[in-house]
């Protein structure tokens, strides 16, 4: 078993930043590729970044440029930098770890508004 605990989330205005931390309950990252999704109010959860094992990310096209998927292997932990942010990243944001098995975080909501 998995656990994963986001933290960080919080009101911005646009323009603003923020980093999303996602701690994992033990060392994973040699073997689980992680990944940051969002769901907005009446959306879909879609995929956001993802960081596999040998720490190639990958974003989508919404966020390219402006966030930025890190991890600390001593820490366990996972990191989303979004920067430039705009009212249409507020969402509920998760972090997923993938292996043979899948394991999902609570969330951390984000809010991006003047």
């Known amino acids: 078993q998995v656990q994963l605990l986001e933290s960080g989330g919080g009101l911005v205005q646009p323009g603003g930043s923020l980093r999303l931390s996602c701690a994992a309950s033990?060392?994973?990252?040699?073997?689980?590729?992680m990944r940051w999704y969002r769901q907005a109010p009446g959306k879909e959860r879609e995929l956001v970044a993802t960081?596999?094992?040998?720490?190639?990310?990958n974003y989508a096209d919404s966020v390219k440029g402006r966030f930025t998927i890190s991890r600390d292997n001593a820490k366990n932990t996972v990191y989303l930098q979004m920067n430039s942010l705009k009212p249409e990243d507020t969402a509920v944001y998760y972090c997923?770890?993938?292996?043979?098995?899948?394991?999902w975080g609570q969330g951390t909501q984000v809010t991006v508004s003047s």
């Open positions: 960081l596999t094992i040998d720490g190639r990310p």
């Open positions: 997923r770890a993938t292996w043979t098995d899948n394991y």
């Open positions: 033990r060392s994973i990252f040699n073997f689980y590729t």
